[in-house]
């Protein structure tokens, strides 16, 4: 059989190479028979500089000897032609074997580099057994670590700058690039949300994505910090992943994962910036970003002050029929925020050897504190007898986190395979402490005073372990395998005490006061497996499993609470098919869970807030849900257009819930909200995103997200339905640059009446005052707002600029929710930062080792060279 299969591979190999000689056609150009498209050469290797660190996007060409029948003149003529990757890789494939072929390596700063490349075939002995592995490796060519010496002419005075595209699409998610937006500068990554497609921002700054909270990484790594704790200014990009693949944590089941990407030095030398801001509120920000690359080092600075001021205004009106006791509360508020943040980052990655990389991030010494006050006017009536009382909140919350990330990176010589290993560890404590003052009033007279105050104080650490290898496979497919651990700790104490009317004696309320530790541990591994099944037809398709379990206590009872969850399997499907070089069509499906977290569990009765009792639920499941899209991308010039449908269906669904219970406290009935398992939700919709460089002095990005949900709560109330909506979401975004050096951006958004969105993975704290919304017992009003921001660049090489930017212009991005049920209805209205104005200066410095730069000197890879 050996034999057989021999003398067959040598057939096809003498026909593959006169397919390939002068004068015959050449394989898959038209040439048709057995052996036309059998060049099965696989040449590949790394470019690397003196230091042995790597050269990416520099210039790999190979070229094939032939001889000019007119002129019988050698002469060279291209087989192919690429730029080296990241960490220095080139790859060929369909390479003829028979054929004299050199390769070519060139880049800016860097001698050219040119040597032959030949394939050795194994020697065929007369009535010898050919070894066939042999056979086959004599198709590979590993050409190793490819040195190129620096070129002594130094390059000086070099300039170059280039735009990356606003939005990059790959088989799984969606990139969008921010590091020039006007309208964030001297902000926070909630500002920077709300100009991405796809994000909705609310009134309180949580982050939607098709209205429902994704999840939140840094640089591919799950994250603690919240997006206020980010500063826009030290944000390259934002990666909104829709559908999950196997590859990422299974939990948070309904709107996938937003990637926060942070700039990174990339060149050799030094740059830095320093952003210094105000606004009209009294805010005010400096930040500070200094980078430096040189051999084998890579190390980033990063240091952000920012003072707080944030001002609100809100007002409720609840209606309520509890046993036949009619009742009514109006509120209207005024809140003030002032606070500060202080956030420290380094980071450093060396390359330990040629194909070796550590890394190793750490934040720490930093924190916050912010001090709330809330002035609330309240007027409740009870079976028509009306009390007025005026409640004054004061807080503090303090917060300092720290933590640290270490990993390591590890390419092998056979392009694309490579070992990562992940450890990231946050943790942090954080104390308040509140004081609540409520005069009863009777025609502007205090008839009586009550008091309560609460101190609280606690502590979180939440580590991820990540082991994940990924090796190259034919049709340029990879294999992807990984295992993970997540353990996560919470300790909390807290202790309220209340002066009652008439009383002089605080007394600790002990249903107000909860006091728990708890620990949650998720094991994972998957496998994933991509490729091409033809030219056009591209695939991703892997497979997670996941266990994990809880255990809890209550500290001032003992209660002790745990749970196992069994492995659960979780598959998912990515399809792309090339239409036409610009047309692309792709199809995902994924399963994924949400985990119900201790605060939502545990059966305490909060009793902190007398208007907003709240409870969890200890019988609550997990929820399960199976997503499915199909996108359609169209590319043409510099114009993009994306238009994707898609469907949620989740069974069990964790929604907040407000009904009627026995108030432990008083014995009356009253409301209590608290968390169930709703039957099922139900989410489809169609999304349109469309960018383009309209002219050479105006930018454009679109985006419309129409869609429907509806949750079905039958199985908690059958008498109460749900109303299903269509909405629309839509984002407008232009950019204008003007002559001198100015720059506009005008951006817009507009949310239409909508569901009240599903809160996953929060604990039981509502607005102070105020009723919490449930997303099963509710909708928002329609509001839109309008930002501009002004930009004017100067100084050598525009290396500073002075940024105005306007927030919410119209004062219109007031938030109006309405909520009804069992014995209630209540409508609630809160604006928060109207008609904000920042005043931003910033200052970009550098000096680089032009020698080394490590950029191609083409058009493709321009768009890196800005400087940050």
Same mark, same amino acid.
């Given at each position: 059989m050996k034999k057989i299969l021999a003398t067959a591979l040598i057939a096809l190999l003498s026909i593959s190479t006169f397919a390939q000689v002068p004068g015959g056609p050449p394989a898959g150009a038209g040439a048709r028979g057995p052996g036309a498209n059998l060049n099965q050469g696989h040449v590949f290797g790394k470019v690397v500089d003196e230091m042995g660190k790597p050269v990416e996007f520099a210039s790999v060409v190979l070229l094939k000897t032939t001889v000019d029948p007119a002129t019988k003149q050698s002469k060279d003529i291209l087989v192919k032609a690429q730029t080296a990757e990241l960490n220095g890789d080139f790859n060929f494939k369909e390479i003829p074997v028979n054929a004299r072929l050199k390769i070519k390596i060139s880049f800016v700063g860097y001698k050219n580099y040119e040597a032959a490349v030949a394939f050795e075939m194994p020697k065929m002995e007369p009535g010898v057994q050919p070894d066939m592995a042999k056979m086959m490796a004599a198709f590979e060519k590993d050409l190793g670590n490819i040195k190129l010496a620096q070129d002594s002419k130094e390059l000086e005075n070099v300039v170059v700058t280039?735009?990356?595209?606003?939005?990059? =699409?790959?088989?799984?998610?969606?990139?969008?690039?921010?590091?020039?937006?006007?309208?964030?500068?001297?902000?926070?990554?909630?500002?920077? =949300?709300?100009?991405?497609?796809?994000?909705?921002?609310?009134?309180?700054?949580?982050?939607k994505v098709r209205n429902a909270n994704p999840t939140l990484f840094i640089d591919g790594r799950p994250t603690s910090l919240s997006m206020d704790q980010i500063p826009a200014d030290i944000i390259e990009k934002v990666e909104v992943i829709t559908n999950p693949s196997a590859k990422y944590d299974a939990s948070g089941s309904m709107a996938g994962i937003i990637n926060i990407v942070l700039k990174k030095n990339k060149k050799n030398g030094y740059n830095g910036m320093v952003n210094v801001g105000a606004d009209r509120f009294g805010g005010s920000n400096i930040m500070g970003n200094f980078t430096y690359q040189q051999n084998k080092w890579n190390l980033t600075a990063t240091l952000m002050n920012m003072r707080v001021r944030n001002n609100s205004i809100g007002n409720s009106e609840r209606s309520s029929d509890l046993g036949g006791i009619l009742s009514s509360v109006s509120q209207e508020s005024d809140n003030k925020t002032q606070g500060v943040m202080f956030f420290p980052r380094v980071s450093a990655d060396y390359a330990a050897s040629n194909r070796t990389t550590l890394s190793l991030g750490a934040f720490f010494g930093g924190g916050g504190q912010f001090k709330?006050?809330?002035?609330?006017?309240?007027?409740?009536?009870?079976?028509?007898?009306?009390?007025?009382?005026?409640?004054?909140?004061?807080?503090?919350?303090?917060?300092?986190?720290?933590?640290?990330?270490?990993?390591?990176?590890?390419?092998?010589?056979?392009?694309?395979?490579e070992l990562t290993g992940d450890l990231n560890y946050f943790g942090g404590t954080n104390k308040g402490e509140g004081t609540f003052t409520t005069d009863y009033l009777n025609n502007n007279t205090i008839t009586g005073t009550q008091i309560q105050k609460n101190i609280g104080s606690g502590k979180n650490a939440f580590m991820t372990v990540q082991l994940d290898y990924v090796t190259p496979i034919k049709n340029e497919g990879t294999i992807e395998t990984g295992v993970r651990a997540q353990i996560n700790e919470l300790a909390n104490e807290n202790t309220n005490t209340l002066k009652p009317v008439g009383s002089d004696v605080y007394r600790t309320i002990t249903s107000a006061s909860t006091n728990y530790e708890s620990t949650n541990k998720v094991y994972a591994a998957y496998f994933s497996i991509s490729g091409k099944a033809s030219k056009t037809l591209s695939y991703k398709i892997g497979l997670r499993g996941e266990s994990s379990e809880y255990e809890g206590k209550l500290l001032n009872t003992n209660q002790a609470f745990n749970n196992k969850y069994p492995l659960s399997l979780f598959p998912s499907i990515f399809l792309k098919k090339d239409l036409s070089k610009t047309d692309q069509l792709q199809l995902s499906v994924t399963r994924r869970v949400n985990r119900p977290n201790f605060f939502q569990i545990i059966p305490f009765v909060d009793y902190s807030d007398s208007l907003n009792i709240q409870r969890g639920n200890a019988d609550l499941v997990p929820e399960f849900t199976t997503s499915g899209e199909l996108s359609y991308s169209k590319s043409q010039g510099s114009a993009t257009f994306?238009?994707?449908?898609?469907?949620?269906?989740?069974?069990?669904?964790?929604?907040?819930?407000?009904?009627?219970?026995?108030?432990?406290?008083?014995?009356k009935l009253d409301l209590i909200n608290t968390f169930v398992n709703a039957n099922s939700s139900i989410n489809y919709g169609l999304e349109f995103t469309y960018t383009n460089k309209l002219q050479t002095w105006w930018d454009l990005t679109a985006n419309v997200n129409m869609y429907n949900s509806k949750i079905n709560i039958s199985n908690i109330d059958a008498t109460q339905v749900n109303e299903a909506l269509w909405t629309v979401f839509g984002k407008l975004n232009n950019t204008f640059i003007l002559p001198k050096k100015w720059s506009i951006q005008l951006s817009g958004d507009y949310q239409g009446k909508t569901n009240v969105p599903v809160t996953q993975n929060q604990g039981m704290q509502g607005p102070p005052g105020m009723q919490t919304q449930s997303s099963s017992q509710g909708y928002i009003e329609p509001f839109f707002g309008v930002d501009l921001a002004i930009k004017k660049s100067f100084l050598k090489n525009d290396m500073a600029s002075l940024t105005l930017a306007f927030n919410d212009l119209t004062r219109s991005r007031g938030n109006t929710r309405v909520s009804f049920g069992e014995g209630f209805s209540q409508t609630s209205y809160r604006l928060s930062n109207p008609q904000m104005i920042r005043l931003t200066f910033s200052l970009r410095f550098g000096k680089f080792d032009m020698s080394q730069m490590k950029k191609n000197n083409s058009g493709g890879g321009m768009d890196a060279m800005q400087m940050q």
């Open positions: 280039g735009t990356k595209s606003l939005v990059e =699409m790959d088989i799984d998610k969606k990139s969008f690039n921010v590091a020039q937006n006007l309208v964030t500068t001297g902000g926070t990554a909630i500002d920077v =949300m709300r100009n991405i497609p796809s994000v909705q921002v609310d009134i309180d700054g949580n982050v709330p006050t809330e002035d609330t006017y309240i007027s409740s009536t009870v079976n028509g007898l009306t009390t007025l009382s005026h409640r004054v909140s004061e807080s503090s919350r303090e917060f300092k986190p720290s933590g640290f990330q270490a990993g390591f990176k590890h390419t092998y010589p056979k392009a694309g395979r994306l238009v994707s449908g898609y469907y949620k269906y989740t069974d069990n669904l964790i929604t907040r819930y407000l009904k009627q219970e026995t108030n432990p406290i008083s014995g």
